[in-house]
């Protein structure tokens, strides 16, 4: 289980997390939601051990993480929306670079990488450098690697950046898939019908502070609204889409 408690990061005493907290259980995803600048992926890159929270605690099955960050990093597997890979490397590399950092043996790194290159749709370019690859090609790389050691926990920052149709609906499966091998998954994005439809429950970020955290039913239900999108446009403040959008057209047509 998965335990974040008062969760704080402070940028010159201003804080852009302010005091987050919650829990994912085995077989849970939690979709994280909010706007730009709301503190997402701030909140995930202290998740992953990039930077220091200023204050809270990230536990692990009850044991705090910044005890031994390197054991808590290979139980995790990190998809950010900028694939920044090794572009000097192939496909095949950076997977085999991967899979060793993560210690695993020769004898099951080799099938498995392949496997994956195979199931998406990679192995005719294995062999060529990363820096030949589409935005959408190295995401699935980096996917790839990011469930190469079949982590326990799975943190998504705006995974399907760049994806075709065909892997999005693939790895939209796999989001339910993994919940039935209790798996535990942080999800964050702005496509909201796709967080609707794998997320468990829902949090929502506005300012660096937890606004809403439920199911999406008992959201919609509080807030008298048909779906999520509705919820989080009301619970974030933001301006009617279709006057926004009226009001750019009149700007431009002066």
Not at 51 to 57: L, R, T
Not at 82 to 92: C, I, K
Not at 198 to 210: C, E, H, N, P
Request: aromatic share 6%; glycine share 8%.
């Amino acid at each position: 289980m998965l335990e974040v408690r008062g969760l704080t990061k402070r940028y010159h005493g201003v804080p852009v997390v302010d005091g987050v907290s919650f829990t994912i259980r085995p077989g849970e995803t939690l979709g994280y939601l909010g706007a730009n600048g709301a503190g997402k992926s701030t909140t995930v890159k202290m998740l992953i051990g990039l930077i220091e929270p200023s204050a809270g605690e990230i536990l692990l099955d009850g044991e705090n993480v910044v005890r031994d960050m390197k054991a808590y990093q290979r139980r995790i597997g990190y998809v950010a929306e900028e694939a920044h890979l090794y572009t000097h490397l192939t496909g095949r590399e950076y997977l085999q670079l991967a899979g060793r950092l993560r210690g695993m043996r020769s004898n099951v790194l080799e099938p498995k990488l392949d496997e994956l290159l195979r199931l998406f749709g990679l192995w005719e370019d294995r062999h060529s450098l990363l820096s030949s690859y589409s935005k959408g090609m190295r995401q699935k790389v980096l996917l790839s690697a990011a469930l190469l050691h079949d982590p326990d926990l799975l943190i998504l920052d705006e995974p399907f950046s760049g994806l075709d149709v065909n892997t999005t609906m693939v790895l939209r499966s796999l989001l339910g898939a993994l919940a039935v091998r209790n798996k535990m998954v942080l999800y964050s994005s702005h496509v909201l019908e796709v967080v609707e439809k794998v997320a468990s429950t829902v949090l929502i970020l506005r300012r660096g502070q937890v606004v809403a955290h439920d199911s999406v039913e008992n959201l919609r239900a509080l807030q008298s609204k048909a779906s999520l999108e509705a919820v989080f446009a009301q619970l974030t403040e933001a301006e009617d889409p279709g006057c926004v959008a009226q009001r750019i057209l009149e700007t431009v047509a002066r």
